[in-house]
């Protein structure tokens, strides 16, 4: 159980382009969600909580304008990279959370931008 | 504000052999959860195990075994019968009750390579 998908696994985008990445709970209801961004060798850096139906909360130094999030059901939110440049090259983890049992993460989605 | 701290970037044992992983902590708070993920090179984060800060009794699944000290707010993880499937990024967490959110602070992490 408390299995999470993230879609795509691999994106290559233009710079200028948007991308979206999808994260989904599989088999439980998550009122909450993360996004963070991990660099080569470091922690995960939380870039945003989500909630379901709500705005979501954004970390401090995160462009919410940029880095655009949709929760629109309890096992399904989105990551959009609006205008995306070399820069936001990264690998991107989405987590969801049941409860105070922990977080349960997806695979992740490395974004290359050229 | 909670800080976790992994002193170890990265550390070695042979295979079938016995490490611990140091972690501690630092709130003001007493009802929480701290957690120990791994992060294989598949980059794939994998819930290792979990602590209840009210229980005292350490927590174990097979291998991997705890143990939480909480007046001293520390949190090692033991790994016995050392596998080179261990080998992965180790991440200790936390994670507060009196945060609705569910938010995890994590560790810089623990490299543990495995050899054969």
């Known amino acids: 159980g408390a299995v999470v998908s993230q879609h795509p696994s691999r994106v290559i985008c233009k710079s200028g382009t948007s991308v979206k990445i999808e994260c989904r709970s599989l088999d439980f209801q998550a009122t909450t969600m993360f996004w963070y961004r991990q660099f080569p060798k470091q922690s995960l850096m939380l870039m945003a909580t989500s909630n379901e139906g709500s705005k979501a909360t954004y970390e401090q130094g995160v462009e919410k304008d940029k880095f655009l999030i949709n929760h629109a059901s309890l096992t399904l939110s989105t990551l959009t990279v609006t205008s995306a440049h070399p820069e936001d090259s990264s690998f991107y983890i989405c987590s969801a959370s049941p409860g105070p049992a922990g977080q349960y993460f997806g695979p992740g989605t490395r974004l290359t931008v050229t | 504000a909670q800080t976790v701290t992994q002193s170890q970037p990265e550390m070695s044992v042979q295979e079938a052999e016995t490490v611990t992983l140091s972690c501690t902590y630092d709130t003001s708070e007493n009802n929480y959860y701290l957690f120990w993920y791994k992060q294989p090179p598949s980059r794939q984060m994998i819930l290792v195990i979990r602590?209840?800060?009210?229980?005292?009794q350490n927590a174990t699944e097979n291998r991997f075994s705890v143990n939480f000290q909480k007046a001293a707010k520390s949190f090692s993880l033991k790994i016995s019968d050392s596998q080179l499937g261990d080998t992965a990024m180790y991440f200790c967490a936390f994670m507060s009750l009196n945060n609705a959110g569910n938010m995890l602070t994590f560790g810089g992490g623990t490299r543990l390579m495995v050899k054969p």
């Open positions: 602590q209840e800060a009210y229980k005292q």
